[in-house]
C-alpha cells in the first residue's frame, strides 16, 4: 500500500505564489511518474503537471510559465511551485503517483487532497 501526503495549501492574494509537497510512503518499488490535478466546485479533475522519475514533464495548458513541477526522486517527493495565482486556480489540488511492482504492472494512488485558494 502507498501513501501520498500532500501539504502546502492555502489562501493567498491574486498575483501571489503557494509551493505545494507531496511525499510517497509505503510499499514502494518504482515510482513511474508523479504530479498534480485539481478539481473546482462542479468542474471535472484536471491536469497541472506531471514529471517522470528521468524528469520528463508535462504542463497543463492553463499554468504553462505560471507553475512548475519538479521532483526529489531521493525522498519520493515531488513540488509544485505556482506564480502569479489567479482566482481560477481555485481548486482542490490531488497529488498523483504512478507506481510500478516488480512484476512490471502499474498502478495508480492518489492523495487526499489540499484546498488553494486565491481571492483578494
Known amino acids: 500500500q502507498v501513501q501520498l501526503v500532500e501539504s502546502g495549501g492555502g489562501l493567498v492574494q491574486p498575483g501571489g505564489s503557494l509551493r505545494l509537497s507531496c511525499a510517497a510512503s509505503?510499499?514502494?518499488?518504482?515510482?513511474?511518474?508523479m504530479g498534480w490535478y485539481r478539481q473546482a466546485p462542479e468542474k471535472q479533475r484536471e491536469l497541472v503537471a506531471t514529471v517522470t522519475s528521468r524528469g520528463t514533464t508535462v504542463y497543463g495548458d492553463s499554468v504553462k510559465g505560471r507553475f512548475t513541477i519538479s521532483r526529489d526522486n531521493a525522498k519520493n517527493t515531488v513540488y509544485l511551485q505556482m506564480t502569479s495565482l489567479k482566482p481560477e486556480d481555485t481548486a482542490v489540488y490531488y497529488c498523483?503517483?504512478?507506481?510500478?511492482?516488480?512484476?512490471?504492472?502499474?498502478?495508480?494512488?492518489w492523495g487526499q487532497g489540499t484546498q488553494v485558494t486565491v481571492s483578494s
Open positions: 498523483n503517483a504512478r507506481l510500478e511492482r516488480p512484476t512490471g504492472t502499474q498502478f495508480g494512488s
Open positions: 509505503g510499499s514502494i518499488f518504482r515510482i513511474y511518474a
